[in-house]
């Protein structure tokens, strides 16, 4: 098993960047695919973006596409989400999540572990 934690989730201004961070304990975190997903209040659970065990394929959701960059470091058992040009509607909680497998177009039903998730709040 894996454990997550994420975090540099926080308040921000539209159009700034944030830097949300996974930290994987357990399991090495290269024996995994991870994703983000967020939330926001009412909605359900979506997809942002998903990256391959090795780094080599990234997926993303439409919204975020030429915003966001997912990237990992094995060796530091991390995976990142770089967060550019944030919009208020990027308001949401934030959630990390590994899986074995997973399709091209990842739902939140492929992943088996998930972080606690952090908050990002976009102000106008």
């Known amino acids: 098993q894996v454990q997550l934690v994420e975090s540099g989730g926080g308040p921000v201004q539209a159009g700034e960047s944030l830097r949300l961070s996974c930290a994987a304990s357990?399991?090495?975190?290269?024996?995994?695919?991870v994703g983000w997903f967020c939330q926001a209040p009412g909605k359900e659970r979506e997809f942002v973006a998903a990256i391959s065990r090795s780094g080599s394929a990234t997926y993303y959701a439409d919204f975020v596409k030429g915003r966001f960059t997912i990237s990992r470091d094995n060796a530091k058992n991390m995976v990142y989400l770089q967060m550019n040009s944030l919009k208020p509607e990027d308001t949401a909680v934030y959630y990390c999540?590994?899986?074995?497998?997973?399709?091209?177009?990842?739902?939140?039903?492929?992943?088996?572990?998930w972080g606690q998730g952090t908050q990002v709040t976009v102000s106008s």
């Open positions: 999540a590994a899986t074995t497998q997973f399709s091209d177009r990842p739902t939140s039903r492929e992943f088996e572990y």
């Open positions: 357990g399991r090495t975190l290269s024996y995994y695919h």
